[in-house]
């Protein structure tokens, strides 16, 4: 069982830690070496992309230990979606909700379409457990359960502007995002197509399917 405030706590420490980076790395507005930003084209200035960096890694890999998500190549239009949700309160994470309300529109999607122009994450998936093989491909249709990859794209590689790729994410994340989508504490996205899914899948499923998608072990606790 994972520890839901040890995970929150995790979160604000590492938060704490960032904020105190740039002071410790000595940079400042007019430093020679700015940190990387994504250039406006306008006066008003932009964010700085190493606060993302901090926990989505430079490269946006996520990480699979703490369960923070990767977003390459995610699409935009997802992206800036839930970016204005977590802004809203509407997908809740105290995180991620304070970092998405200090951006300006602008900043939301410019941060959305330099994450959307990576290269994805791709990982081979090894089915552990059949059954989230067969959920995954098949679906469960006595239970009305599509087939995940029918909208999440073969291997969960995601599908244009509004369907996520599953691929890669950690399983920590996947397993989070599945439980919130069930609870109501992330909205259920277009034609609320994902919160009556995972109403019906049970703990169990959630657990397999986070770790088949994850493309790790159950042996290594969801890390590739
Ligand atoms: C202190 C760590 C931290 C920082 C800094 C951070 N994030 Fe996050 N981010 C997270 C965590 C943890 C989640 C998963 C939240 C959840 O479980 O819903 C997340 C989720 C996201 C998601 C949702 C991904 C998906 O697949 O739905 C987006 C988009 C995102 N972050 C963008 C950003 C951007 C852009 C920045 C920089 C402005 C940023 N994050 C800075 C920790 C962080
Ligand atoms: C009918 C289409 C459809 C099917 C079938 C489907 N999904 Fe989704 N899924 C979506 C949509 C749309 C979203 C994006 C929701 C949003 O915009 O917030 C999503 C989002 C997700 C997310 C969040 C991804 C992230 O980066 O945060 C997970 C996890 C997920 N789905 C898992 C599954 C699993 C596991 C299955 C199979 C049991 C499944 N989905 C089947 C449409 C679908």
């Not at 457990?129 to 999440?152: F, T, V």
């Not at 504490?185 to 109403?199: Q, V």
């Amino acid at each position: 069982m994972m520890n839901k405030t040890k995970y929150v706590e995790r979160g604000k420490a590492s938060l704490k830690a960032l904020l105190f980076l740039p002071l410790a790395l000595g940079v400042h507005a007019e430093s020679p070496h700015p940190q990387p930003r994504i250039p406006t084209g306008g006066e008003s200035g932009g964010f700085n992309l190493a606060t993302c960096a901090g926990c989505h890694g430079i490269e946006g890999d996520g990480n699979a230990a703490e369960g923070t998500p990767s977003l390459r190549g995610l699409p935009s239009t997802y992206l800036k979606e839930q970016l204005h949700a977590f802004a809203s309160g509407e997908r809740q994470n105290p995180v991620m909700s304070s970092i998405a309300q200090a951006l300006s529109t602008e900043d939301i999607t410019l941060a959305a379409s330099h994450y959307a122009q990576l290269r994805p994450l791709s990982r081979p998936l090894e089915a552990q457990d059949e059954s989230a093989n067969d959920l995954a491909i098949h679906g469960r249709w006595s239970e009305n359960i599509p087939p995940c990859d029918d909208c999440h794209g073969p291997e969960g590689k995601g599908v244009g502007e509004n369907f996520p790729a599953l691929n890669g994410q950690p399983a920590l994340y996947l397993e989070n995002q599945l439980q919130a989508f069930k609870k109501g504490s992330r909205p259920s996205g277009p034609l609320k197509l994902m919160g009556n899914i995972a109403n019906k899948l049970s703990d169990t499923d959630i657990r397999t399917l986070s770790l088949y998608y994850s493309g790790s072990s159950p042996m290594t606790g969801g890390q590739p």
